[in-house]
């Protein structure tokens, strides 16, 4: 028994001993490899260090040392051809004076035959044209005014504000008929800009109303039309006189509400009458006035 534990004892001592030899080994070993990398490491960042940053520095520093130089002798040079100008020609101005004072009088011949100051007129941010003068530019807008006043039926007065300011224009375009023409042209569409295109309504060739929408005009008709119609397959209402709606340019003082335009219509200044005689029926009320019995019941709702 005592043999047993002897020999029991001997081998957990020596399984002891050999995992402990074992751990010391694995240690060594990560040590002698944490080591050797370290040391690589360390002789690469050495080697970088010396073969390509301190050559890197030195080139950096030595071309820039190269810019430097080539720079200031550059400088120098330029300076010197610089000052080397104004010093020749004032030591030559005798002979550089009369051609210099030919070219000039040359010059100013010239520009006063071609050119000549004018004043640009600006509307809105828009150029519309040169003129000599102020007054030049007022007489065109009192042309465009006058026209517009015609065509409307009552004067109108642009309330754009023109900005002037000088500039060099070539003569002949002050004297060009095209010049004029190009700034009542800008003028007119300055001014209808102002007033806007809206819609008339007219009658046998008259304005009798103006409103900013179609639709309404419209509306007003049918609502005129409506009494006459009697709901007969293809049936069309129109009216007697000749009816128009025309986009264009109309006066404030023709624009009506939908019910001012009804008005005007309701109350003709041109009626008609017929005084119905004993024995009347409606078909001679009809035939005697040319109106449909639809139509006499729509006028005489009574």
């Not at 000549?116 to 828009?126: D, F, H, M, Q, S």
Request: with cysteine; hydrophobic share 40%; proline share 2%.
């Amino acid at each position: 028994m005592c043999a047993a534990r002897a020999v029991k004892n001997f081998t957990f001592r020596g399984m002891l001993s050999g995992i402990c030899r074992l751990g010391e080994n694995i240690v060594k070993f990560i040590y002698s490899t944490g080591l050797a990398v370290e040391t690589a490491v360390l002789r690469v960042l050495k080697f970088t260090y010396k073969n390509l940053l301190v050559k890197s520095v030195r080139f950096i520093y030595g071309t820039g040392e190269l810019v430097i130089k080539y720079s200031c002798i550059g400088a120098k040079g330029l300076v010197k051809v610089i000052m080397a100008v104004p010093k020749s020609f004032v030591r030559n101005f005798s002979y550089w004076a009369p051609a210099l004072s030919g070219v000039g009088v040359i010059a100013i011949i010239l520009s006063t035959n071609f050119y000549a100051l004018a004043l640009k007129v600006t509307v809105n941010g828009e150029t519309v044209g040169y003129v000599a003068s102020e007054n030049e530019f007022s007489s065109v807008v009192n042309d465009v005014e006058t026209s517009l006043g015609e065509s409307i039926g009552e004067n109108y007065v642009m309330t754009s504000n023109p900005e002037y300011s000088f500039t060099i224009v070539n003569k002949d375009k002050l004297k060009k008929q095209e010049n004029r023409d190009e700034m009542y042209d800008g003028v007119y569409s300055i001014v209808c800009g102002e007033i806007g295109e809206h819609y008339g309504l007219y009658v046998d060739g008259d304005l009798i109303a103006a409103s900013e929408t179609e639709d309404a005009l419209n509306s007003v008709l049918n609502e005129l039309k409506a009494p006459y119609a009697t709901g007969a397959e293809n049936e069309t209402v129109e009216f007697v006189a000749k009816v128009e709606i025309k986009k264009g340019i109309y006066a404030p003082s023709y624009f009506y509400s939908e019910d001012e335009i009804r008005a005007k219509f309701s109350a003709s200044t041109n009626p008609r009458y017929y005084t119905i005689q004993e024995d009347d029926y409606l078909s001679d009320i009809s035939k005697a006035t040319g109106l449909t019995r639809s139509q006499l019941y729509a006028l005489n709702p009574g």
